[in-house]
Structure formats: C-alpha cells, structure tokens
C-alpha cells in the first residue's frame, strides 16, 4: 500500500511539473513567439504604452486612453458629446495595404466601439476616420440600441455586411478578432470563426456602399491602404495582443 501511495505520489508532482511547464511555455500577453516573430508578425501595443498610436488628428494619444492590466483602455467618465474627453479615436502611426491582423477586445455593458481599417490620416479633409476606412463592429449586442440594427452587430462590416453567425462571447469577456485584407479580399474571423467574406473595390463593393450610410462620402471604401483605428464611441472599451504581418 505504502509503495503504490508512493508511485501514486510521484505521478502527481510529474504531472504537477508537466502542467507547470505548459503554462510557463505560454506566450504572455502583448508579446510575439518564435514562431511568430519567425512568420513577420509585429507588435502594434507593447503592452505599457501608447507607443506606436496618435490620436486622429494630434501627434499623441488623448489621457482617456490609458493602460489598465495589459490593455489599452478608453475611460469613459467624462463625456464630450457622443465621444470621450480626452478621448477621440486613436490610429496607428504605420500604415497597412496587405495585412493580417489580430486582436482581442472587450466592451463595457451597453459599449459601443469599432475597428477600422484603410484610415487616411487627414483630419483636415475628413473630419472622422470612417470618412474612408471600413469598420468592424465591436458592440454589447444585448446591451446597445445597434444591436437591434441590421449589419450594426458585433463583427459585423458595420452597415455593409450582417454576419450569418454570433460567436461572440457574453458582454465583458475577452473576444478574439482577426482582420485579413489580402489583395481585394477582406476576411474578419471572430473567436475562431468567420463572419465576413467579401471582396472590396469591384462592382460589388461599390454596390454595397451605394445602399449603406456612407454613400454620400465620396472617399469611403476606396483606399487600398491605411492606418489602423480603434474607435471612441463614448464607452469604455479594451484592447490587447494587437498584432499585425504584412502580407
């Protein structure tokens, strides 16, 4: 009895050290792999900084956005109309043509905020970012009046495109989004899953945009490259692991 307690014993610390070994081998947030690294994938948010972001229009980022647990987190206390003092949204300093990007979000109860790409960074002629650049919707669908709109749901091509499918994850939970814009295809996959296919720039593209809130902004959906935004909606908002390779 004392011998197989013995191996029994032993058997569990080498399972212990396997399970410790797992978690330690982890990649840790806002951070690459090898294999990553190796594969051309770069960091857009280190983790502990703005470094890298300017808020549209300004050389730096508004004090609304501040960094909360390895993330890049919108304070929404004090209000400016629809969007935050302080806040605005925030672009990235590089710009992106053929791309993969990959992120985590998360919204506050009844949050709204977006992901848009192809941003011209020209305040002087568009006064907002999605003047040009397409957006991914990030929303509290329970929570959110554009919950209950067509095309405006989370990860949704906001008022382009309605997904057939929701894996997004209850309110306050961590989503993981990918955004892929490869020659004239966009693909958005959401927890693993993709929600939106579509080619851009062609007849159909245009189409879409004819029958959507953006037809009469003459610039939107037409650039092959831009910058990166994530949107002030006036809600608290989250991001992290924000990762990009060029393609």
């Known amino acids: ?17 396997c399970s410790g070994s797992k978690k330690t081998s982890a990649v840790a947030d806002n951070s690459l792999s090898a294999k990553e690294q190796k594969d051309g994938w770069q960091l857009l948010f280190d983790g502990q900084s ?9 050389t730096e980022v508004g004090a609304a956005w501040k960094i909360q647990d390895g993330a890049i987190y919108l304070d929404a206390t004090h209000k400016d109309g629809w969007q935050v003092s302080g806040g605005g949204d925030i672009v990235s300093d590089e710009s992106f043509e053929n791309f993969h990007l990959s992120l985590d979000w998360k919204i506050s109860p009844n949050g709204n905020s977006g992901i848009i790409i192809d941003v011209q960074d020209d305040k002087p002629k568009y006064e907002f970012v999605w003047y040009t650049g397409p957006e991914i919707q990030v929303l509290d669908n329970d929570g959110h009046p554009d919950g209950k709109i067509t095309k405006h749901r989370a990860a949704n091509l906001y008022d382009l495109i309605a997904s057939t499918v929701e894996p997004v994850k209850p309110v306050g939970q961590w989503n993981h989004a990918e955004i892929i814009q490869h020659n004239n295809h966009l693909e958005i996959k959401l927890n693993g899953v993709t929600t939106v296919s579509t080619s851009m720039w062609d007849d159909n593209w245009k189409n879409l ?39």
């Open 1 to 17: 009895m004392r011998k197989t307690l013995a191996l029994l014993g032993g058997a569990a610390i080498m399972l212990a050290a």
């Open 50 to 58: 703005t470094k890298g972001w300017h808020t549209y229009g300004k």
């Open 209 to 247: 945009i004819a029958n959507s809130k953006f037809k009469d902004m003459p610039d939107f959906g037409k650039f092959h490259s831009g910058h990166i935004a994530l949107q002030d909606h006036g809600n608290e908002v989250w991001y992290k692991n924000i990762k990009i390779r060029k393609l």
